[in-house]
T-cell receptor
Framework: EAGVAQSPRYKIIEKRQSVAFWCNPISGHATLYWYQQILGQGPKLLIQFQNNGVVDDSQLPKDRFSAERLKGVDSTLKIQPAKLEDSAVYLC????????????????????FGAGTRLSVL | AQKITQTQPGMFVQEKEAVTLDCTYDTSDQSYGLFWYKQPSSGEMIFLIYQGSYDEQNATEGRYSLNFQKARKSANLVISASQLGDSAMYFCAMRDLYNQGGKLIFGQGTELSVKP
């Protein structure tokens, strides 16, 4: 079974430029997450989709970041314009469902991650 | 609010020995899940093991086991018979299981180095 695919793996841009990242989740996974991981820290959620609807974007800097998940499959994350502090690894993850009442099944709750996109803003 | 604390920035272990990576958590949720992920230098987060708050037995997965002490709010990862390939960052994470928001809350991570 193919894992979560992300591209590009690396990106170097200058501040105030724009950049876009792409993610293809595991086939059949309804939930897709974008996390930002700054060097030396754990990942932090930027946005979460359930199918093509947004579930949580409370931590997304909406003045510069945008994301979409057309047709409930692939997703793109865009930064425009980029700032120096946006330098980080952007991780995409997917899971079957968010959670189930009555006892969630393990395999439905595991978030599987892609290899990430390492962004450097100069 | 949920919080994960990993107090060991770095750990060393001799090959073939066992090592324990500490994780404590704070939450007011009744039902939650605890996860451990491994992140090698390649960057991908690899799922290792999961413990549900309602599980009475500690989770095990091959050489990985989770020492879950609910009253102390700790979920330590034990790696037995360490291998050179275990050298990586290890992250403890948690999430509410029933809330619509399924985001993982991660700790700061522990860098494990396995010595030959």
């Amino acid at each position: 079974e193919a894992g979560v695919a992300q591209s590009p793996r690396y990106k170097i841009i200058e501040k105030r430029q724009s950049v876009a990242f792409w993610c293809n989740p595991i086939s059949g996974h309804a939930t897709l997450y974008w996390y930002q991981q700054i060097l030396g820290q754990g990942p932090k959620l930027l946005i979460q989709f359930q199918n093509n609807g947004v579930v949580d974007d409370s931590q997304l800097p909406k003045d510069r970041f945008s994301a979409e998940r057309l047709k409930g499959v692939d997703s793109t994350l865009k930064i425009q314009p980029a700032k120096l502090e946006d330098s980080a690894v952007y991780l995409c993850a997917s899971s079957l469902v968010i959670g189930l009442a009555g006892g969630p099944k393990l395999e439905e709750n595991i978030q599987y991650f892609g290899a990430g996109t390492r962004l450097s803003v100069l | 609010a949920q919080k994960i604390t990993q107090t060991q920035p770095g750990m060393f272990v001799q090959e073939k020995e066992a090592v324990t990576l500490d994780c404590t958590y704070d939450t007011s949720d009744q039902s939650y899940g605890l996860f451990w992920y491994k992140q090698p230098s390649s960057g991908e987060m690899i799922f290792l093991i999961y413990q549900g708050s309602y599980d009475e037995q500690n989770a095990t997965e091959g050489r990985y086991s989770l020492n879950f002490q609910k009253a102390r709010k700790s979920a330590n990862l034990v790696i037995s018979a360490s291998q050179l390939g275990d050298s990586a960052m290890y992250f403890c994470a948690m999430r509410d299981l029933y809330n619509q928001g399924g985001k993982l809350i991660f700790g700061q991570g522990t860098e494990l180095s396995v010595k030959p």
